[in-house]
Structures are given as C-alpha cells and as structure tokens.
C-alpha cells in the first residue's frame, strides 16, 4: 500500500500571499493543494502543519473520501472558512496524487468531458464610465465573451472591483485601508455605467455584476429591478448570505439572475438558496468550500434544482485552484461560467500551469492530476507579506460589509 509519507506547507508572496500544501507519497507521486485564505493565510498555515500533517502522515493517499470525512467529522468543531480551506487543501492534493497514479487528468476522473471548453468572464472596470468603457473594448478585443463591469462610484471613495493599473489587487495594506461607501451615491450611480456598456456595446456578450455585498435586500431589489433592460448574466452578492431566507425578498421583486458562494464553505451554507430557487448560480469553490469532493457535492445538488456553477476565480485563488475548478468545470452537467483574473508573472514563475486560454475559454490540459507544478526554490525569492483586504465605512463612520 501506498501511503503519505510527507506533508509540507508553503507560504510564499509571488504578486501575493499563498499557501500551498504538497503532499509526498511513498511512491514518490506529489500533489498539490491551495490554502491560501485572504487576509488570514497563518491560520490556514497553523492548522494544516499543526493540527491536520500529524494526522495524515501514514494514511493510504487512495482513500479520499475517507480522509475528507475523517477531517471533517473527526475534527468535532467543523465547516467555518478556516477549516474548510485546510480540508479543501488536502482534498485537492489527493485527487491531484489520484491523477497521478492513474495517469489521467483529473476531469476524467470526475466523468470526463462534459464540454469543449471552460467559459470564463473576466473583470473591466473603470475611474469613471468613459474609462470603464475603453476596457470593456479592451476585455472584447482580448476575446472574452463575458464581461463584469465595475466602476468607482463618484463620492464613495474607493468602490470595490476598480483598478488601479494593470492589476486589481484588494489586499494591498499590511493593515486594512478603510473605504467611505454610499449606497445612495452607488444605487444612483451603477445602473448608468451598465446601461452605458449595452449602449455602447450591445447584447452580444455577457455582462455581469458584483454588488459585493453592500446592499439590503429591497435595496438589491430594486438594483435588480433597474437593471432588469441590461440583460445581466448575473447580479452577484447582492446582500450578505448570513441570511439564506434574505434572498427570497429579492427573488420577489427581479428578473436579474442571482450568484451567491464566494465566502461560503459548505453545503449548508448554499442548502437553502438551493432547494428554495433564491439563486441561480452558486459560486462555491474548491478552495473555500472543502475540496474537489465537496464542490462536487454541492454542484450536484444545485443540478437538482437548475442552479448552475459560477465559481469565484480571483487572483487570491492560487493556479492550484484556478486548474482544480477548471477540471471540475469540463466535467460537471450544470457548469455556468468561471470567474478568471489572469496572475502575474510572478505568481506563474512559481506555480507552472496547463491551463490555457483560448477564445473565451480556459481548458485544462491532459497532464496526469492538475497538471500543476510548485517550484519551491522561485517561492523561496519571494517571502509572506502581511496584507489585509480593506473595511468599508459609511459617510457617518459606521462599519459596512466591505
Ligand atoms: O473580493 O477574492 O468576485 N470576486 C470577488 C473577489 C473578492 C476577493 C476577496 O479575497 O468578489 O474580488
Ligand atoms: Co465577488
């Protein structure tokens, strides 16, 4: 039998903070995992060397359901971002090991191909609508065929998803940059950039939204509402998910289709906004939310009820993750789109990848596993920063959801 011989956990800062988790295996086979939890990458760290390495060493690699229960179920405290993203990481590495011995890549493990190819949108955004719409055209001469839009809400400070530069980086303080936000200055304002986009545009391609959180839910109903003649693909994080039943209020007043899943670990999380229709497409991810094996398990219960898959793809998620949930995405029957900011060169000098771009599209390679590989001598160049994502503030001081 074949067994976990080493456990190594990395914590390097290629662009940006992640971690990563290698597992060695008797044989010699490695696999990767991501880890990295942003804004709080030392408790994934500490959980993994201290409390989850101990227990893997000697276990058979082959038994991924075994262990993925073992270290939920067996830990007694579970789900909660931190243990779901070290879960997630041993998860990933061990389908990663199983491709490995088997020699195939990992969607075909999974059911093999479902599609030609990954549909993914990626971020536009802008100082004002004017530059806002030069890199809309920028995103559609680069040929993507879905596109969010984001732009900075005049009198609201820094807005969430705008760039400055080539790269959008939120986590970029070693202590959190506080923001002023207006949502009265933001309700007045976003639906004339997104109206702008199709005018200038058209409905050719598709167009999405992140809310990011910062609205009640007759707020986003009424968002929703206003938008409705712009035809989003989706309008995400309307209103915090704390609240399950919160979208249902929403789903009362609009047309717009709803995502949800970022921030969210486990299928009880997403149970509700399932079963009751709340949502449209879940964008848990591999991860955040426990792994291939439990992504899987929440994709199939959303295929139930006709939600389909929108996982969040930032630049946070490593090239461990962003080849995981490509697998996954070619496999599954109710694939949606996927979230895709392209790294850095750093971060690529580090993790070698055989996910591609193409026309709109990622594919995933037929490399044995993920086809992804650590080089840890380049991560070595580049030590952990602290870095916090930002706080949001109201005019009058009061802490918002960021
Ligand atoms: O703010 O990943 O849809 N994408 C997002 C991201 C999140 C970051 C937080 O770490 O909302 O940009
Ligand atoms: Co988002």
Not at 53 to 58: E, G, I, R, S, W
Not at 150 to 170: I, L, N
Not at 292 to 318: C, E, K, N, P, W
């Amino acid at each position: 039998m074949s067994k976990i011989e080493r456990a190594e956990v990395f914590v390097a800062s290629p662009g940006r903070n992640f971690v990563t988790l290698r597992l060695t295996t008797s044989d010699g086979v490695t696999g990767l995992g991501d880890a990295t939890l942003n804004g709080r990458e030392l408790a994934v760290a500490s959980y993994l060397r201290d409390h989850v390495v101990p227990l893997l060493v000697d276990r058979d690699p082959a038994n991924i359901e075994d262990i993925w229960q073992y270290l939920y179920r067996g830990a007694y405290w579970r789900r909660g971002p931190v243990t779901m993203t070290a879960v997630a990481a041993v998860d990933t590495a061990l389908w990663d090991i199983k491709g490995k011995v088997a020699g195939l890549p990992v969607y075909q493990l999974l059911g093999g191909r479902s599609r030609d190819g990954v549909l993914v949108y990626s971020h536009a955004s802008g100082t004002d609508t004017a530059s806002l719409l030069d890199d809309v055209a920028r995103f559609r001469d680069l040929g993507y065929k879905a596109i969010r839009a984001q732009a900075a809400v005049p009198d609201a400070g820094a807005s969430y998803g705008v760039r400055k530069g080539t790269v959008y980086e939120p986590a970029a303080h070693s202590l959190p940059d506080e923001q002023p936000w207006s949502t009265e200055a933001y309700l007045d304002f976003a639906p004339t950039y997104l109206e702008a986009v199709r005018d200038r545009f058209g409905f050719g391609f598709h167009l999405l939204h992140d809310v990011h959180h910062r609205l009640t839910p007759i707020e986003a109903a009424r968002f929703g509402k206003r938008v409705e003649d712009c035809r989003l693909f989706w309008m995400e994080d309307p209103t915090p998910a704390e609240n399950q039943e919160a979208f249902r209020l929403i789903r009362q007043h609009t047309t717009t289709p709803v995502a949800v899943g970022e921030t969210l670990s486990s299928i009880w999380d997403v149970q509700h906004l399932i079963t009751e229709q709340l949502i449209d497409y879940v964008r848990t991810t591999v991860v955040h939310a426990g792994g291939i094996t439990h992504l899987r398990r929440i994709f199939d219960l959303a295929a139930l009820y006709q939600v389909r898959t929108g996982s969040h793809g930032a630049t946070d998620l490593s090239p461990v993750t962003l080849a995981a949930a490509v697998h996954v995405d070619t496999a599954v029957p109710n694939f949606g789109i996927q979230e895709y900011m392209p790294h850095v060169a750093e971060t690529m000098e580090v993790f070698r990848s055989e996910v591609r771009f193409e026309d709109g599209m990622l594919h995933a390679g037929d490399e044995p596993g993920l086809g992804v590989e650590y080089d840890e001598k380049a991560a070595e160049r580049f030590p952990y920063e602290p870095r916090y994502l930002p706080v949001a503030r109201r005019l009058d001081g009061s802490v918002h959801d960021w």
